[in-house]
Each structure stands twice: as structure tokens, then as C-alpha cells.
């Protein structure tokens, strides 16, 4: 299972772009990378996922190299709302898949200054 | 469209009992995974259902069991409860027929307690 590297915590002010770096060393082909956020007392929430080069969605974007050993999380223009704590996981989801365990590290926890 | 749905929230249990705890899935649906997860930790991978089967197991002693009803539905057993079993229990559920992108649903958890 391809264990990941992110900073335990960053601080960001309201309205800036916050960028979150996840290292994955020994991703496998196989392997998706997924980001989820989570508040707390609550389970975590899907926030975007991607194979390689560049995902965007309506909350975010991912940005992969093409080495595939990182990414990066984007989240434009953060509000207070954004406080939460983030997730990188890399996995094989496929049916069939030698293994479907998504390990979570303990994720990054993002504080949004007013 | 209901969203993965756990019960009960909330849950005091003494040292030694046993407890159940349920998840529905989200509709269409067919996969559910439980997580375990401590105070301030990430959640930990407990086991994964699918078809009524137990498919993947995480590092979790044999107290830990589970089971899937024909209706996707999923509980979670734990017996000879431990102080070390308090934390927040997560139900996750996904298609396992949609290939590689399948991302997880979690429900907002069942807060175990032991004392």
C-alpha cells in the first residue's frame, strides 16, 4: 500500500489560495489518488480525485506530475468554512484490486484566519 | 437520496460488553467499508463487505466482525469491549462494479464510548 507525506497542519487567511503537497513515493500504476476533508464529528467528504496531469472541479483542483510521486491540492479562495482537516489518499480501487484499503495518514489539518 | 446513514450516534458501553453498531448505504450502493477512528488520528481501515462477504480486512483482532445483509446494509460487532475501542466508528459505502474511480461515502459515525 503506497503510504503518503503531507504537513500536519497550515494556517491561511480568508480569500487566499491554499495549496496542500501529499508525497507518494511508491505510488503504484494502479493506483488513484483521492483527497478528502473532514470536519470534525463527522465522516470524511470526497473532494476530488485523479489519475495524473490536472483534475478541477467545482471546489477544487489537483495537480499531478508526471512522476506521479506528488500532488497537490488547490482550494481557491478559502473561507472560514474551509477550516478542516485534509486527506490524501493513494489506492487501487478497482474491482478485483489486490487490495481496496485506503490507509489515511493523520491528514492536514487547515486553520482559515478572518 | 439518502446519504449513508449510521446509528446510533452516540453509545456508553462498560469494559467487556459487546456492541452493534449499523450502516445503511448510500442508494445504489453496494460496498460497505468500516473504519475506525481515534482522537485526532485518520481513520483506520477495520474490514470491507461486499456480496455478503467479508473482502478485505485491515490490522483488527477477530473481536472486530461484521456482517452485510442482502439489502447492502452492514453491522459491525465488537466483543470484550476495551478502553482502547472508544473512538469514532465510520461506515463508508461505494460501487465496487465502477472500476477505478469509485470514491468513498462515509456516514458522520457512531461515537463509541467505553468506560
Known amino acids: 500500500l503506497a503510504k503518503t507525506t503531507q504537513p500536519i497542519s497550515m494556517d491561511s487567511y480568508e480569500g487566499q489560495e491554499v495549496n496542500i503537497t501529499c508525497s507518494h513515493n511508491n505510488i503504484a500504476t494502479n493506483d488513484y489518488i483521492t483527497w478528502y476533508q473532514q470536519f470534525p464529528s463527522q465522516g470524511p467528504r470526497f473532494i476530488i480525485q485523479g489519475y495524473k496531469t490536472k483534475v478541477t472541479n467545482e471546489v477544487a483542483s489537483l495537480f499531478i506530475p508526471a512522476d506521479r510521486k506528488s500532488s497537490t491540492l488547490s482550494l481557491p479562495r478559502v473561507s472560514l468554512s474551509d477550516t478542516a482537516v485534509y486527506y490524501c489518499l493513494v489506492g487501487d480501487h478497482g474491482p478485483g484490486a489486490g487490495s481496496y484499503q485506503l490507509t489515511f495518514g493523520k491528514g492536514t489539518k487547515l486553520s482559515v484566519i478572518p | 437520496d439518502a446519504g449513508v446513514t449510521q446509528s446510533p450516534t452516540h453509545l456508553i458501553k462498560t469494559r467487556g460488553q459487546q456492541v452493534t453498531l449499523r450502516c445503511s448505504p448510500k442508494?445504489?450502493?453496494?460496498?460497505v467499508s468500516w473504519y475506525q477512528q481515534a482522537l485526532g488520528q485518520g481513520p483506520q481501515f477495520i474490514f470491507q463487505?461486499?456480496?455478503?462477504?467479508?473482502?478485505q480486512r485491515g490490522n483488527f483482532p477477530d473481536r472486530f466482525s461484521g456482517h452485510q445483509f442482502p439489502n447492502y446494509s452492514s453491522e459491525l460487532n465488537v466483543n470484550a469491549l476495551l478502553l482502547g475501542d472508544s473512538a469514532l466508528y465510520l461506515c463508508?459505502?461505494?460501487?465496487?462494479?465502477?472500476?477505478?474511480?469509485?470514491?468513498?461515502?462515509f456516514g458522520n459515525g457512531t461515537r463509541l464510548t467505553v468506560t
Open positions: 463508508a459505502s461505494s460501487r465496487f462494479a465502477q472500476g477505478n474511480y469509485s470514491p468513498l461515502h
Open positions: 442508494s445504489g450502493h453496494d460496498t
Open positions: 463487505y461486499y456480496e455478503e462477504e467479508e473482502r
